[in-house]
């Protein structure tokens, strides 16, 4: 019951998901009914439809039907709905969450290009709360409420949607909530679910929400850790990503050498190498170092150059188990050493290999069993073999796709399991303490390599079928044997 007096806040109509083209978005019939989507100096052909689908091409700004949302038998609409989901999987669509012509309640941005809107059931019984891992922020003019955990994020435009979401901070049953003044709709709180923004409490779990929201590998992940993985990846976010130059011309990049302190320098240049001494082979190969893009296919990587390479910089040199410093009851931890240093012994990482060209080794991708010293082929389709290896050839800016495409991949858990706080960043160390091991090794064997920059979770999870929060990528490394460089100027 109400408290006499009390202002009653109007419970929303029931909203309904209705999807339209992105702002950014500009689409072109042509004389032959093909269809194409212009974005940021891009094009996509989306296929030819007829000329009653062409006509309607503006109805895509505004909104379309809901009923076009869900797969259809045949219908008179079936073309047009054919477009709707070509554009969803390149992701160009937004989907208007609201009711009537009234104005939008939230708007959901795919953050993975083959995200589709779906909305979760709920029952009277469900007892439902806010992920630990949503949050709400301004992005330019706008409030955003997204999550590492999920494929679309929304732009809100009610604010009683922030009242909704300060009373999902505790857990609520479903059947009480709605019977509360400014309640958004069970749609509304479907999507939610749907999204990962709000997760179904089990009761199986008691009262440890932490171990309620999913398994336990996602218990241990700290929520600003998952946030930088998903955001400083390609896969699971669409913002603008890459060297993109974003403030040139609004503010002067630094310079490459910091600016010399105030005091009186002590010259160090001549004490560095006396000339009668020659420089050491670790010395040289530190000099000789370089980033190669483009590799001779003429006179590829060997199977047996990999297999050194791999000996000499991954392999498992040593186990052991100890107990775990958390007094005399704690549990036996198991460890393996390799040839490079990694936080706590963890040694969370783990190589895969997409291989385009390696005499002796056929076209395919593989795990590299660290503890055996084995390749073992993983299935995978050849259009997820060959977008790995063109991400990797587009982020080098090559002019081919590398021989071989490292990536390396974290089993998180290894990790967090003990520290708080700091455990992604203890795992990027390691990363570049790996990938400096490969350059040097590569140099010493006259290979040539080079780290990448980028990955994407999405495509990692669906080669590898590892949910991404259990293992995943964290950094990229192109092996090979590069072009010979002539002498001739």
């Known amino acids: 019951m109400r408290a006499p007096g009390k202002k009653r806040v109007p419970r929303a109509a029931p909203a309904a998901i209705s999807a339209r083209l992105a702002a950014h978005i500009a689409l072109e019939a042509g004389a032959d009914g093909t269809i194409l989507a212009h974005f940021d100096s891009h094009s996509v052909a989306l296929g030819k439809f007829s000329a009653g689908v062409a006509e309607r091409l503006d109805d895509l700004r505004s909104?379309?039907?809901?009923?076009?949302?869900?797969?259809?038998?045949?219908?008179?609409e079936q073309g047009l709905e054919l477009l709707v989901r070509r554009l969803a999987e390149h992701g160009l669509l937004e989907y208007r969450l609201g009711s009537g012509e009234g104005k939008d309640q939230a708007v959901i941005e795919p953050q993975a290009a083959d995200y589709w809107p779906r909305t979760s059931k709920l029952d009277g019984a469900d007892m439902i709360v806010l992920s630990r891992f949503?949050?709400?922020?301004?992005?330019?003019?706008?409030m955003v409420l997204e999550s590492p955990l999920s494929r679309a994020l929304l732009r809100i435009h009610d604010p009683n949607i922030a009242t909704t979401l300060a009373r999902l901070s505790t857990p609520q049953r479903v059947s009480r909530f709605r019977r509360e003044d400014g309640f958004p709709g069970l749609e509304f709180l479907g999507l939610l679910v749907d999204c990962r923004l709000v997760f179904k409490v089990d009761a199986a779990r008691g009262s440890v929400l932490r171990l309620s929201e999913g398994d336990e590998q996602l218990a241990l992940w700290d929520f600003h850790d998952l946030v930088f993985h998903t955001r400083s990846t390609e896969g699971r976010q669409a913002n603008p990503l890459g060297g993109l130059y974003p403030y040139a011309g609004l503010i002067t990049p630094a310079p490459a050498v910091r600016p010399r302190w105030p005091g009186t320098p002590i010259d160090l240049r001549s004490l560095s190498t006396p000339a009668s001494q020659t420089v050491s082979p670790l010395g040289r190969l530190l000099r000789e170092r370089r980033s190669t893009r483009?590799?001779?296919?003429?006179?590829?990587?060997?199977?047996?150059e990999l297999s050194q390479l791999l000996d000499r910089t991954a392999r498992v040199h040593s186990e052991w188990t100890s107990k775990a410093d958390v007094g005399q009851?704690?549990?036996?931890?198991?460890?393996a050493a390799r040839g490079y240093p990694s936080g706590g012994s963890a040694y969370e990482l783990e190589l895969y290999l997409a291989v385009a060209k390696c005499q002796g080794l056929e076209r395919g991708f593989y795990h590299y069993d660290a503890g055996d010293h084995a390749l073992v082929p993983i299935g995978v389709r050849a259009q997820e073999l060959d977008t790995a290896l063109l991400a990797a050839e587009y982020a080098m800016g090559a002019i081919a796709e590398p021989q071989i495409l490292i990536t390396i991949a974290a089993r998180f858990g290894r990790v967090s399991w003990k520290y708080s706080s700091i455990a992604y960043s203890l795992i990027l160390k390691d990363v570049g303490v790996l990938m400096q091991t490969f350059y040097m090794m590569a140099t010493d064997?006259?290979?040539?390599?080079c780290a990448i920059g980028t990955n994407n979770v999405d495509l990692f999870e669906k080669m590898t079928a590892l949910q991404f929060h259990v293992e995943g990528p964290v950094g990229q490394f192109a092996i090979g044997r590069g072009q010979a460089i002539s002498d001739e100027p």
């Open 329 to 335: 009851d704690g549990p036996d931890v198991e460890y």
């Open 134 to 142: 949503a949050y709400l922020r301004r992005r330019g003019n706008e």
């Open 294 to 304: 483009d590799f001779d296919d003429q006179q590829p990587i060997t199977l047996g």
């Open 63 to 76: 909104g379309l039907s809901p009923a076009l949302l869900e797969p259809s038998r045949e219908t008179p």
């Open 445 to 449: 064997m006259s290979l040539s390599g």
